[in-house]
């Protein structure tokens, strides 16, 4: 799988957007770029995913560069409820391995009032 | 809709005694099913996986053992549990070769 890169933390403002970044310079042509987020005490939630291009839902925006070595969540509305550590993991297309999903540190986000 | 259980919520256990963590999904057949820990303050660890019943995939060498008795039933078991064994405990579930993985309210586990 390839490795990603996070900030260990950041701030963002209540009401503003929050853009937080991930690096995956080795990405495969067939990995997906998927978005986790874990409240405290909770189980990871599930935010986003996408292969190239552009994707956006209810929760957030994805943002994948066209080289795909990078990438950036947008929650375009932060609320003090979206404060969680968001996790970016790259997976394996591979049925034999079961599609785990391989965690990494992740960005610890606190909206502040 | 599919929905996955996971119980205990937390439990306290003695070091040496027996553990069982069972988690459940409804709403869907034949799905990948897998085993997290989280140590305090760290990332997630798999531990194991299963893409059908009996199937059983170990990630890391460790005190714990993992069954899958049932299509929809994962569990996660011990002999003798560790100080080491304490975290939360976290199962998911995916169908197929792309689908996302979902995951339970996890169980906190204290091994005194």
């Known amino acids: 799988d390839a490795k990603t890169t996070q900030p260990p933390s950041m701030d963002c403002a209540e009401g503003r957007a929050a853009n937080l970044p991930c690096n995956h310079s080795?990405?495969?042509?067939?990995?997906?770029v998927y978005w986790y987020r874990q409240i405290h005490s909770q189980g990871p939630q599930y935010i986003i995913h996408?292969?190239?291009n552009n994707e956006t839902n209810e929760m957030a925006s994805l943002i994948i560069t066209e080289d795909r070595k990078s990438s950036t969540l947008i929650l375009p509305h932060a609320t003090l409820r979206d404060t969680a550590v968001y996790y970016c993991?790259?997976?394996?297309?591979?049925?034999?391995?079961?599609?785990?999903?391989?965690f990494g540190g992740g960005t610890r986000v606190l909206v502040k009032p | 809709s599919q929905t996955i259980h996971q119980w205990p919520a937390t439990l306290v256990q003695p070091v040496g005694s027996p553990l069982s963590l069972e988690c459940t999904v409804e709403?869907?057949?034949?799905?990948?099913l897998y085993w997290y820990r989280q140590a305090a303050g760290r990332g997630l660890q798999l531990l194991f996986y299963?893409?059908?019943?009996?199937?059983i995939s170990s990630e890391v060498p460790q005190n714990l053992s993992a069954s899958r008795p049932q299509d929809r039933q994962f569990i996660l078991s011990s002999k003798k549990l560790l100080l080491s064994d304490s975290g939360f405990y976290l199962c998911?579930?995916?169908?197929?070769?792309?689908?996302?993985?979902?995951f339970g309210p996890g169980t906190r586990l204290l091994v005194l």
């Open positions: 993991i790259v997976r394996v297309a591979n049925q034999a391995a079961g599609n785990k999903l391989t």
């Open positions: 709403g869907t057949s034949n799905p990948n």
């Open positions: 299963s893409v059908g019943i009996g199937q």
């Open positions: 998911a579930w995916n169908l197929a070769a792309f689908g996302t993985q979902y």
């Open positions: 996408g292969l190239k």
């Open positions: 080795t990405i495969s042509g067939n990995e997906y």
